[in-house]
């Protein structure tokens, strides 16, 4: 909000703003670390929400995957807690990447409507599609790519479905995004809510922009992948109107991110920012990736 305030001319709304979030921050830094990783919430009584200490919802993925996100929680500490997320809510074997564990079942606190539903279903410990899908971002954001699409691929509703003991575990659509997957026997591993708009849109930004870079803002383009380092490089068309673009991303250092060369038919463009030419042609973009010095630097 600090930037739009400023936009609009107004420095002491957005002052107010930035230290309000300072607080933020200090808080974060202060009171939600609990060790591993950040609690969730605190219930009424100050007890801890998403705390070692509990019994039920132990580890939180939202807590975990916005501590990178937003970029308030400590650099160290936040790389800590998505390795607590790859250990104890990536189930890798069942194709699950939950969004808390262990489920609410017996607890004396109400944690409130989500308790509402069985062990293992939606948002009570099962697969919540929007929070893993943040989880999967944050890795990207962090620079490992390897895990941002190993677990892109672990979301990816067709690989529940490419055979025939899969698709009975499923039991929904493999061309659509389920906003749920179930945790608890016996239904491990069957879908739930498919056709669920907010977690395709999800999906779909993690891959194009998180994954494979391609963002626009006003008019450009900016193209800062985070990729399997085993990548060799691919390959993309972006049309703006009548203007086409074909980019090539090249990855002969095998990394995971960091742009060293952007190039516009051929020729070099000092920094990230590609201008869209609305002329009507077709324009060539290669991206290279590398180890020397990035253009964010």
């Known amino acids: 909000m600090a930037p739009l305030a400023e936009w609009m001319r107004d420095p ?6 930035l230290e309000q979030a300072q607080r933020l921050k200090t808080v974060l830094d202060t009171q939600a670390w609990d060790g591993a990783w950040y609690r969730r919430a605190y219930y009424d009584d100050g007890t801890p929400l998403g ?12 807590a975990q995957s916005w501590a990178v996100l937003s970029g308030a929680g400590d650099p160290a500490r936040a790389a800590q807690a998505m390795h607590a997320v790859t250990d104890r809510l990536v189930r890798a074997d069942d194709q699950l990447l939950l969004l808390f564990t262990p489920p609410f079942d017996k607890t004396r606190h109400d944690p409130g409507y989500i308790k509402g539903y069985p062990p293992g279903i939606r948002e009570n410990g099962g697969q919540y599609t929007h929070g893993a899908l943040w989880s999967a971002w944050a890795f990207a954001q962090l620079g490992d790519g390897d ?86 490089s691919y390959d993309m068309t972006y049309k703006d109107a009548d203007t086409v673009y074909d980019i090539q991303v090249v990855n002969p250092q095998h990394v995971n991110r960091r742009v060293v060369q952007t190039q516009l038919d ?32």
């Not at 879908?191 to 669920?196: F, I, K, L, P, R």
């Open 51 to 62: 705390s070692a200490q509990n019994q039920e919802c132990q580890i939180d993925s939202i």
């Open 266 to 297: 051929g020729k070099v463009i000092p920094n990230e920012a590609i201008p869209l030419l609305k002329d009507g042609l077709t324009h060539h973009i290669q991206i290279e990736l590398g180890k020397g010095n990035a253009h964010d630097d």
């Open 12 to 17: 002491d709304q957005a002052r107010a703003y």
């Open 147 to 232: 895990q941002a699409m190993r677990l892109f691929s672990l979301l990816n509703p067709i690989l529940h479905s490419d055979t025939r003991d899969k698709a009975d575990k499923y039991r929904v659509e493999p061309y659509v995004v389920a906003a749920d997957v179930y945790s608890v026997a016996p239904h491990v591993g069957r879908g739930g809510w498919t056709w669920y708009t907010g977690s395709a849109s999800w999906m779909y930004r993690l891959g194009i922009e998180a994954i494979l870079g391609l963002k626009r803002t006003g008019d450009s383009l900016t193209i800062n992948p985070c990729i399997p380092a085993e990548w060799d």
